[in-house]
């Protein structure tokens, strides 16, 4: 089980490094979301991986547990990935519509020497 | 418990919302709010540096859970002076941003400036690792809505650009901190230092790897060298009054570094040992190199402002990675120093490019053109660091504290030939654009090029200017008082040198 987890996170990460790397913004939402993937398996990995355990204490008996704590970070990583996703998807939304243009790179007549065309 | 600890966060996170649901449609008072918010926070900030200045950390446990299970906050002299800063830069950018229309330009940016200020300072107070990325991640997701505040289609481009970067830098702060707990077990920094301190030698391969990613994460929101290539387009492209904010937001990344590589890594942890000093150190060169270079060939005064950020990035994290407790006082007050000096050349630069445009090339002369290049000449002192203000008591301090490192030379080479460069940078633009501008007349520039004609709106100047000039006088306070600030940043750092302080003031008597 520990060969499958750690090679899914490492195919996971490895997708989504491909993809970031990718010049159009959908490809490099789609890597930034697989990585958050991976970084979520990661986390679960973290407090070891244990099957069919609780992730409490049992004080009457000695049975095994699993560790809650990185079940708590998972979960909040896991809110924060959304939102940010969410932020990013709007943001390149916008930035498509007003460039017409989903290049994540900037093109030369709109980069270094006409920042902030406000009105 | 001290309850003051936490107000810094509750008072900012209770403000955004109201503004966003109460004030919505009323920008007057949403800027009475942010303004007297501001003022409140600098009143708290002031409160508890004077506390903390006493020399005992505190500690505010949330929840009242003991340290290492629950969440806790730590006031300790280094985090109360980083939220002062917070506030002192705070103010004249509010006033700013009000006087000179930018916060009518878009939607919430009262609110979105509140939650940028709750996560610094959380980030800045939480002495927990996960709650640390916990704020960065409320102060990035503000930043966002600020970074492209305003729309335009330029801005938005570039504001995708740092979302992503950023994103990416989030996730590689969880995979350090899932290896750090899977090494340590623990996610408080105090609980950290002992167990990194617990571990065999021949045990630590991953704690190895855990730090260098947390180093990393680090060095991306400071911007040192070959990660920094988020800052140059998305400041210049983000609203210049945000990217004054901006200035705390790469700070937050260097009192990451030293907070943790002084509590938990530190130099005398033999695991992790020489990997700041090792690879900080000459990023931190390269990146002084990099800034001035670019402040010399930036044809843009908002690039060329970005790029003086770097370089002051580079100066600073110079002092940090030599880790001595001399060094460290100098670059706590060097912290002050940047802080303020580049907000102020970005406030200069929105007054320059809302005037003109941005080229650094010469057009027609502008309004105010005087005072404007009164207040870059004393901007671009302060940040090339020229007696007789700030910039040069932090330098002389930094280059002081570098004489007895091994590799001196190099540290002063660097600093004094780039301070050297970012003059020569900084004196040919005001030249192009404050003193050539009166001979364009005669041969006027050829049309299109900067064809967009600027409107030269000068909506409530008497506010901006007199937030330009509160950064002035602020620049003007460090340099004049800097024998006690001085003395509080050596305090500072002879507590960051004994964390053992730290440690049992968090985890309590049972250590």
């Known amino acids: 089980m520990e060969a499958l987890v750690a090679s899914a996170v490492g195919i996971l990460t490895a997708a989504g490094i491909f993809l970031i790397l990718r010049r159009r913004t959908f490809p490099v939402i789609l890597g930034l979301s697989l990585i958050t993937y991976a970084v979520n398996v990661f986390l679960f990995a973290t407090g070891r991986l244990a099957l069919n355990s609780p992730a409490v204490l049992n004080k009457y008996e000695d049975v095994p547990y699993t560790d809650p704590l990185p079940q708590a970070l998972v979960l909040t990583a896991i809110v924060i990935s959304f939102g940010m996703t969410a932020v990013i998807v709007m943001i390149s939304l916008s930035a498509y519509l007003s460039s017409k243009d989903d290049h994540i790179d900037m093109s030369p007549h709109d980069s270094v020497d006409a920042p902030g065309e406000d009105a | 418990m001290n309850h003051w600890i936490v107000a810094p966060i509750v008072l900012p996170a209770i403000l955004a919302p109201f503004i966003i649901m109460v004030l919505r449609y009323h920008l007057d008072l949403q800027r009475i709010f942010s303004v007297a918010g501001v003022v409140a926070l600098l009143g708290i900030a002031l409160t508890i540096t004077a506390q903390a200045a006493g020399g005992d950390i505190q500690v505010y446990e949330l929840g009242n859970w003991p340290a290492p299970f629950g969440i806790v906050m730590v006031l300790d002299r280094l985090s109360a002076m980083m939220v002062l800063l917070t506030a002192l830069l705070a103010l004249p950018i509010v006033l700013y941003a009000i006087g000179s229309g930018w916060d009518e330009r878009g939607k919430h940016f009262h609110a979105l400036f509140h939650f940028q200020l709750m996560g610094v300072c959380g980030a800045f107070l939480t002495g927990d690792a996960f709650n640390l990325f916990v704020f960065f991640e409320v102060l990035l997701i503000a930043s966002y809505g600020l970074m492209t505040h305003g729309g335009g289609a330029v801005r938005l481009k570039a504001g995708v650009q740092y979302v992503a970067y950023n994103l990416l830098g989030s996730t590689l702060f969880l995979f350090a901190l899932g290896t750090l707990y899977g090494v340590t077990g623990t996610l408080n920094m105090a609980d950290i230092a002992l167990r990194v301190a617990e571990i065999p030698p021949e045990d630590t391969a991953l704690l190895r790897v855990g730090a260098v990613l947390l180093l990393l994460v680090f060095c991306i929101k400071a911007a040192v060298l070959p990660l920094h290539f988020w800052l140059p387009a998305s400041y210049a492209n983000a609203p210049l009054p945000v990217a004054a904010l901006f200035a705390i937001m790469t700070k937050v990344g260097a009192y990451s570094i030293i907070r943790m590589y002084t509590l938990a890594f530190g130099p005398e942890v033999e695991a992790t040992q020489g990997l700041v000093g090792n690879w900080l150190q000459p990023a931190a060169l390269v990146t002084l190199a990099v800034g001035a270079i670019g402040i010399l060939g930036s044809q843009h005064i908002a690039r060329m402002v970005a790029f003086c950020a770097i370089a002051s990035m580079g100066t600073l994290l110079i002092a940090i990675s030599l880790f001595t407790p001399d060094a460290s006082a100098a670059a706590l007050y060097y912290v002050f120093h940047s802080t303020l000096a580049t907000a102020l050349l970005f406030l200069v630069a929105d007054l320059v490019m809302e005037r003109r445009g941005g080229a650094i090339a010469p057009t027609k002369p502008m309004a105010q053109t005087g005072l404007i290049s009164a207040l870059f000449f004393v901007g671009a002192i302060a940040m090339a660091g020229m007696p007789p203000l700030s910039g040069f008591i932090g330098k002389l301090l930094v280059l002081d504290a570098a004489r007895d490192a091994p590799d001196a030379t190099s540290v002063w080479a660097v600093i004094l030939i ?32 900067d064809a967009e004609p600027q409107p030269s709106p000068e909506p409530h100047p008497g506010l901006a200017f007199t937030a330009v000039f509160g950064l002035v006088g602020g620049l003007i306070l460090l340099t004049l008082f800097a024998g006690p600030a001085l003395e509080y940043t050596s305090k500072t750092a002879e507590q960051l040198f004994t964390p053992e302080d730290y440690i049992s003031a968090v985890l309590g008597e049972a250590e």
Do not use: C, M, Y
């Open chain 2, 418 to 449: 780039g301070s050297f460069v970012t003059i020569v940078g900084l004196a040919r633009a005001g030249t192009l654009i404050f003193w050539k501008s009166h001979d364009a007349d005669h041969n006027p520039q050829p049309e299109g090029e």
